[in-house]
């Protein structure tokens, strides 16, 4: 490249797409684009070359004239005002323009604080930095925010605050620290640093190797090699599938079930043996490693992405986040989109938008989240999910959110805990129903939210403490995780806080709760959870179920799914079938011949730790049906008939109910059965109902 070399200006690119702020000029030349490196003298000293979208690149402000450039000349600069109007221009040219613009940044200090380093004026820039210092503290009166680096008024060439890195990276990550990850910088020059030979790997094949041998041993000791090793490798990074959806399902099927490797001669005559990635029982025994602005390169080698934070367990990475300043408008949009364009999703949610390839699908056949985050909002999804299906978790359960806000300085410990913790270890264990109990003798998933003080997390916070907790991330991709068929299209779907905290708490009831052979009068397993229409209760039971089955205790359970209205059972039905087992009544006892009533019957009385699917009405037996008294309810109520007027008529409406206490048969005595009644408000106190007691 050399000094006659001329580049045509292309555009503006605005890393902010609204509002206030500067551009960057864009050159086109061999159907390249590029962007000037400039000196210190405000030359351009050459030309770069980077991956740039067309339409994201706003107009020249002077269309008519092709602006050339080349080496050497003075640098171009360009700023966008909150009306639209685009300045662009040398150094001076544009620091002119910015002096009559300066009013109107008042309401924006991040972009105020921008223009005065630009323009070199002492004075703004401590007016703009008292106003950025005065945005942290009303932070940090409610939340644990982290000191930001300060930045020296009295200079002109003041070092840039990094909003970014200072206020949602960096405490990102620090948090995870404090849960048990490891958190290694990254560096986007040396890929050793980042533990790879190069930038397009994605795998930490190092750390992945060790978990291996760890996570699969013969008697106590190690016995996988390196060409067994190697042959899981391959198999996680050629997984089946043509697009990002089909290999993401089957890497995440292969990490939840492992792959298998060739035995040895003297171990069960030579059989393959299963090979484990990650230990799901054992939490603790897998490798957690955050690394934030993890570099990877572009499959055609020109161009690169480096998401904000990568999260990896046993080197396979997991999680990929995008953080953005809570200074710029629409930072979680913005977030968003760029994972999108890393996933290279843009193409498939928007295809008249986006028709070519522009991220690192590779980076994202293993993730099980996205997340989005300006440390005030943060929102998870999962691949495939478009914009609007970005969610916040806004519970830290099952771990109090107090001892959250402890972990992370915001609450101090309470004066008495340590006292209380030496009494404790003197006498023993607490005995739940001992009246007068202190609250510190209590398990910490009792403690009131309010016990030592008030406490407000943000959404990042709770996010990451709900979500990332180790034991958390691995339940949630076991347990909370199912690929759906929707409109002929796979959807992947991860559970809601609300679901996750409730499954959590009714697993818990079900293994503390006591029952009537342990003396009470009503078993105390049982509950009530409530869901809103369209909050996902099928895929509650699905979870819980899911979540029961790999839980010692409660995997022998039956579990009876009750609906009182045909379509119900069909919806649940469906839904169930993604927790793998088989539903009953299944086509085996659908070729019998018997009554539904019947059918329904037979199957309660087995034994077997089924999944039966039954209609309310299906447990009654028909003679006592018929025998039982009736009795009827009659009212008259006032409804809109159809058409334009909707006029009024009273309308004559009779209720029936056949009475019959305690005489349905009996058909199990186990106490390892879960019945899940749907829609439980509709028929919960009647007849029907109650014999199901």
């Given at each position: ?34 962007v ?24 020249p ?25 685009m ?31 630009f ?7 401590s ?15 409610t ?10 008024s ?8 990094q ?67 190697a ?60 690394i ?43 977030a ?49 999910a ?14 109090p ?23 404790l ?6 005995q ?54 929707v409109?002929?299209?796979t ?60 839980m010692?205790r ?78 009827a ?49 509709r ?11």
């Amino acid at each position: 490249m050399s000094t006659t070399d001329t580049f045509t200006l292309a555009g503006m690119y605005r890393p902010r797409q609204h509002g206030p702020g500067f551009g960057i000029p864009v050159f086109l030349r061999d159907g390249q684009y590029w962007v000037q490196d400039i000196s210190s003298e405000d030359r351009v000293r050459q030309f770069v070359t980077c991956e740039m979208e067309a339409q994201t690149l706003r107009p020249p402000p002077l269309p008519t004239d092709s602006i050339l450039h080349s080496i050497g000349q003075q640098a171009l600069y360009a700023f966008e005002a909150a009306d639209g109007t685009m300045k662009l221009g040398t150094r001076e040219e544009v620091s002119t323009w910015l002096q009559s613009r300066v009013p109107e940044l008042q309401t924006t200090p991040f972009v105020l604080h921008d223009v005065a380093e630009f323009l070199g004026d002492s004075g703004l820039l401590s007016e703009a930095q008292a106003r950025c210092d005065m945005l942290l503290q009303r932070s940090q009166q409610t939340a644990s925010v982290p000191e930001v680096s300060s930045v020296s008024s009295g200079t002109t060439r003041a070092m840039k605050i990094q909003w970014e890195y200072d206020l949602v990276e960096k405490p990102f990550c620090a948090q995870l620290q404090t849960m048990g990850w490891q958190w290694l910088e990254g560096d986007t020059d040396v890929p050793d640093f980042t533990e790879r030979g190069s930038f397009r790997e994605v795998l930490l094949k190092e750390r992945l190797a060790a978990a291996l041998r760890k996570l699969n041993l013969r008697d106590g000791q190690p016995w996988l090699d390196e060409v067994r090793i190697a042959r899981a490798m391959r198999d996680l990074e050629q997984v089946a599938g043509h697009r990002l959806m089909e290999i993401n399902q089957s890497a995440t099927e292969l990490l939840l079930k492992g792959t298998v490797a060739d035995g040895l001669p003297d171990w069960q005559q030579g059989r393959q043996q299963p090979v484990r990635f990650i230990d799901f029982e054992h939490p603790a025994n897998n490798d957690f490693l955050v690394i934030n602005q993890f570099k990877v390169e572009l499959t055609s080698g020109r161009g690169h992405v480096i998401p904000d934070a990568v999260l990896f367990v046993n080197g396979i990475p997991l999680v990929a986040a995008e953080f953005k300043s809570p200074g710029i408008q629409n930072p979680l949009q913005e977030a968003i989109n760029q994972l999108l364009r890393y996933s290279n999703q843009r193409r498939d949610l928007f295809p008249t938008l986006y028709t070519e390839n522009e991220g690192v699908e590779r980076l994202f056949h293993t993730n099980q989240l996205l997340i989005a985050s300006n440390f005030f909002e943060a929102r998870a999804a999962t691949i495939g999910a478009p914009p609007e299906a970005y969610l916040e978790w806004a519970d830290t359960s099952p771990v109090p959110m107090s001892t959250v806000a402890e972990d992370l300085g915001m609450l101090p410990a309470p004066p008495e805990q340590e006292d209380a913790a030496h009494e404790l270890a003197m006498l023993g264990p607490e005995q739940t129903e001992r009246v007068g109990t202190p609250l510190f003798f209590r398990s910490a998933g009792q403690h009131p939210l309010g016990l030592h003080g008030a406490a407000h997390l943000h959404s990042q916070q709770m996010l990451v403490a709900g979500m990332l907790r180790p034991a958390h991330l691995l339940d949630l991709m076991h347990n909370f995780t199912v690929f759906q068929q929707v409109d002929g299209k796979t959807r992947k779907v991860v559970t809601r806080y609300q679901q996750f905290r409730a499954v959590h708490k009714a697993v818990t009831r079900l293994q503390e709760g006591r029952t009537r052979r342990q003396g009470v009068e009503r078993d105390e397993r049982g509950g009530i959870i409530w869901h809103t229409q369209g909050s996902g209760k099928s895929l509650s039971m699905v979870f819980l179920v899911r979540k029961m089955r790999l839980m010692p205790r409660l995997k022998s359970f039956k579990v009876v799914v009750v609906t009182d209205r045909t379509d119900l059972e069909g919806q649940l039905r469906d839904t169930a079938r993604l927790s793998g087992e088989t539903l009953r009544p299944n086509e085996n006892d659908t070729a019998r011949r018997e009554s539904p009533t019947a059918r329904t019957q037979r199957i309660l009385r087995e034994s077997t730790p089924d999944i039966v699917f039954a209609m309310l009405q299906k447990y009654q037996d028909g003679a006592q049906r018929d025998s039982a008294e009736t009795v009827a309810m009659t009212i008259v109520r006032q409804e809109k008939t159809p058409g334009k007027d909707e006029r009024v008529v009273e309308k004559t409406v009779t209720f029936e109910e056949n009475i019959h206490f305690e005489e349905f048969p009996v058909l199990n005595e186990s106490e390892d059965i879960l019945v899940l009644v749907d829609e439980a408000h509709r028929s919960h106190t009647r007849t029907l109902h109650r014999n199901l007691r």
